[in-house]
């Protein structure tokens, strides 16, 4: 399990998180929550190199993750 980072913005089923350090997921990692539950997967990487932004696809039902941490399985 690797930290990707907070989750920064939320609009429809997508989110965005801002990465914690260069060393990224590939695009289709799954991405869990501190409790181990599935929230998602990596469908691109955006901005900076030096702190990107992460794109996840949410899946139906997740809820209050804005502002939360969230790790790659």
Known sequence: ???IGEVKTITGSIAVVQGEDQTLPK???KVI???L???GHIVDIIGPVSRPYIVIKIRGGVKDILKKRLYSR
Do not use: F, H, Y
């Open 33 to 35: 929550d501190e409790k």
């Open 27 to 29: 695009i289709g990692t």
């Open 37 to 39: 539950e599935k929230v």
């Open 1 to 3: 399990m690797k930290r």
